[in-house]
């Protein structure tokens, strides 16, 4: 059974950064699609970026393009989300998200079967 430990979030003024992290236990994260999710307070929770499995490719959602990189380290199984020049429309409970398939295409738009407990991201000066 797959298991994902987020961490990194916090608080940081606009334009700061920060590295999100997405810890797997038990299968190898490297045969998963790897989605970071997030949800602000009042709104629905949106997809921010994928990575396939197998060294596939990656997508962001048009607000993060540019500024938000999805990697992976598949000797830590971890994934990480770096996200730079922070704005305050950022804000909220980041979730990673996983599910096995084999192609080298990710996608946002579907279920999603592992989740993790989610950090908090909060962008204020």
């Known amino acids: 059974q797959l298991q994902l430990v987020e961490s990194g979030g916090g608080l940081v003024q606009p334009g700061g950064s920060l590295r999100l992290s997405c810890a797997a236990s038990g299968p190898s994260l490297d045969d998963y699609a790897i989605g970071w999710f997030r949800q602000a307070p009042g709104k629905e929770r949106e997809g921010v970026s994928c990575?396939?499995?197998?060294?596939?490719?990656?997508k962001y959602a048009d607000s993060v393009k540019g500024r938000f990189t999805i990697s992976r380290d598949n000797a830590k199984n971890t994934v990480y989300l770096q996200m730079n020049s922070l704005k305050p429309e950022d804000t909220g409970t980041y979730y990673c998200a996983a599910y096995r398939r084999l192609v080298r295409t990710c996608e946002l738009l579907r279920s999603y079967a592992y989740w993790g407990q989610g950090t908090q991201v909060t962008v204020s000066s």
């Open positions: 990575i396939a499995s197998r060294g596939g490719s990656t």
